[in-house]
């Protein structure tokens, strides 16, 4: 949500009630010389397990 534009609905990212999720989120940084701004996927779905990874990009 672009919080310049003004309030919106969201979704329920738990559309299955209560339980596991798992996210992913894939981004894709902003092309400034084409104009392009940066693009965010937000996948949720039921999923189950206690294991989480989070990658971080290379330094």
């Known amino acids: 949500m672009d919080p310049m534009v003004g309030e919106s609905d969201l979704p329920n990212l738990a559309f299955r009630g209560k339980g596991r999720y798992r996210v992913r989120v894939h981004y894709r940084k902003p092309e400034w010389e084409a ?4 693009h965010l996927l937000i996948m949720i779905y039921p999923g189950s397990g206690r294991r989480t990874v989070e990658y971080l990009p290379r330094s």
């Open 35 to 38: 104009g392009t701004p940066q």
